[in-house]
């Protein structure tokens, strides 16, 4: 090591990101060469391991506390974090207070890393991890936390993995699973990953819970997992986040879902197509009964549910953004089948919702730019800018350029490709 500098920049280090620091180091390394080194060179990789490890140790000595971590094992010089609170005796106390660890597994595991992390992290609040990884340490680490509050379960699939092969199932009883049990009382936020669990009424234990994001992009969410769901009452639930590229969305459960989340804010809802795209006007109109202190919602709804527009509109007057996708579209839905969405931009316009700065026009949606013009007098007359998108794939009749230089400062961007 060098020797001492005026200022010891080590002993401020808070966070430790082994991914950013291997970049860095792959980079001056390449810099100082003199001569061009590629980045799987093994030359260049020893280099910047042991330059990662001095680092850390030096990091470990110096700094009072970590406050968080961030490892990922597709990262070569992961390891040298591990050698390095080995190597350091006072790396047990400058880790003592970690409060946000986050571990992303891609295809090798870290026992050693998780095994020791178990014996000096107590406090850990925000965690991420993959559930396949290392299950019976990262089950012990679990188990020692005193105060988890936000989690965050991430399931990286083989890269020669397509969705009609089998994944990953889970179940409560696994061991990972187990712990989370016993912490569930103290999660407030729960993030699912690609997570395919073979139940979702465990939920329940969550009593606690404020934010749910159920996500899945590579596979999909099944009905059972919707029925699960309708079974399950979250009282404190206030952001809720389901989507999918590959499942059908099935309302009718997300309706007796919502009954039971009546503190709900933030709502989105996003699959491939809607299993019951008939039941549009029911869900609106559950939302508008059930859930009046929505701030944002991105859904379903029907091109003719402007009666239940009205009525959601009139009920939840806190709405400050709005995300509209056609019930009946899915991928195969072709232009001729595209739906107009001026009725329910005649809704909004009428209606002049406030709070409102922000309107997504979704998929499977025609807009006429007389429809869009008579909205953006409307706005222009409140004083009230609003942000106005629509996707690329909607189909705009009329000249929508021109009218968004007439009416410049009312809408704030178009997203378009």
Known sequence: MPRKTLFNYAKFVRHIRIRSLEWHLTKWVQHNAGYYINEDSPDLRKKVTIISQILLEHILRSTPTIYGLNVNSENYTSGSLTSAIRNVPSAKISLANVKIFTFGKIWTTMPRLFEILSTICYKINTLEICPSQDIKYTARLINNQINIKSLTLVDTPSIRLNRHETKNEYTWDNEIFSALLYKAKTVTQLTLKNIHLSSLKELNYFENLEELYITNYVGDISQKNFQDLSE?????????????????????????????????????????????????????????????????????????????????????????????????????????????????????????????????????????????????????????????????????????????????????????N
């Open 232 to 416: 399950i009452s979250l009282k404190k639930l206030k952001n809720f986040f389901i989507i999918s590229l590959f499942s059908e969305t099935y309302l009718k459960n997300l309706c007796k879902f919502i009954k039971n989340s009546k503190e709900l804010t933030h709502l989105k809802i996003q699959g491939c197509k809607l299993h019951d795209p008939d039941y549009s006007m029911t869900w609106i109109n559950s939302l508008a009964k059930n859930n009046r202190n929505l701030v944002s919602y991105e859904g379903p709804i029907g091109s003719n549910d402007v009666v239940a527009l009205w009525i959601f509109l009139d009920s939840c007057k806190s709405l400050q953004k709005l995300h509209f996708q056609c019930n009946n579209y899915n991928s195969f839905t072709s232009n001729k089948d595209l739906k107009s969405f001026d009725n329910i931009l005649r809704e909004l316009t009428r209606k002049q919702p406030v709070a409102l700065r922000k309107l997504i026009v979704g998929k499977g949606w025609t807009v006429s730019c007389k429809g869009v013009e008579n909205f953006i007098k409307c706005r222009k007359n409140l004083f009230v800018p609003i942000r106005f998108e629509w996707d690329p794939h909607t189909v705009i009749i009329g000249n929508i350029n021109e009218l968004t230089k007439r009416y410049c400062g009312v809408i704030n961007k178009v997203h378009k």
